[in-house]
């Protein structure tokens, strides 16, 4: 294969010079020269179709904020109205005993908060009793069903333990008024006792109940 010497009307390959970078300003202006070119009819189609697109971006971003907001301020007002109209009426002698005996009552926790404390709480209490080799199965029960709950910005969920351990009839008692007792614990619900002959002692299995709200709740302490 021979070599030619290139002519004059052939030249390297040489790349294209770019396109000079337009400003944001340049590129609407020519864009809207160019829906100006169009037809009447499609010039207000392209008119239409921006306003629709522009209605649905103000919705979603806007004023599906402003509603969750609105339908949360209904929520709170609601429960305030509730209060207000039983504000005349003199708290009863079973109410002031449950406010001295209880104290301040805490809004819930998160579900997955909630299903961490009650566990920490029963090794807890467990630990200092002396007992060892529990089990612990934890689920979530029925729901509460309070109006009032809803001031707290969600439903309120039961967290339900089963608790199997081994201790004495004299230690039991003591166990659960612990248990009962802790903050983080609202109560056990049941229990079925089986006695060993064996060993003297007995197996319990609790049903032990924190309260957490659900999906979009939201706490404060």
């Known amino acids: 294969m021979s070599d030619f010497p290139a002519t004059a009307g052939q030249t390297a390959s040489e790349p294209a010079p770019k396109a000079p970078k337009r400003s944001v300003a340049e590129q609407f202006a020519d864009l809207g020269d160019r829906v100006g070119a169009l037809p009447t009819r499609q010039r207000w189609g392209v008119i239409a179709l921006t306003v629709l697109v522009g209605w649905f971006a103000v919705d979603e971003l806007v004023w599906s904020w402003a509603r969750s907001w609105a339908a949360e301020s209904d ?9 207000a109209s039983r504000r005349g009426a003199a708290p009863s002698a079973d109410l002031r005993r449950m406010v001295a005996t209880y104290g301040a009552v805490l809004p819930p926790a998160d ?3 909630g299903r961490e404390e009650l566990a920490a709480a029963i ?11 529990y089990s612990y199965e934890a689920r979530t029960g029925a729901r509460l069903k309070d109006p009032d709950a809803s001031i707290l910005g969600g439903a309120v969920d039961r967290i339900q333990a089963e608790v199997k351990f081994d201790t004495t009839a004299e230690a039991l008692p003591d166990v659960v ?8 614990i609202e109560l056990v619900s049941a229990m079925r006792i089986t006695r060993n002959e064996q060993t003297r002692k007995i197996t319990v299995q609790a049903t032990v109940e924190s309260w957490v709200l659900s999906a979009g709740g939201r ?3």
């Open 177 to 184: 008024a612990a248990l009962e007792s802790h903050p983080d």
């Open 123 to 133: 090794n807890e209490v467990l630990r200092a009793k002396g007992i060892s080799g």
């Open 111 to 113: 579900a997955a908060t």
């Open 219 to 221: 706490r404060t302490r």
């Open 75 to 83: 929520r709170i007002a609601s429960a305030l109205a509730r209060g």
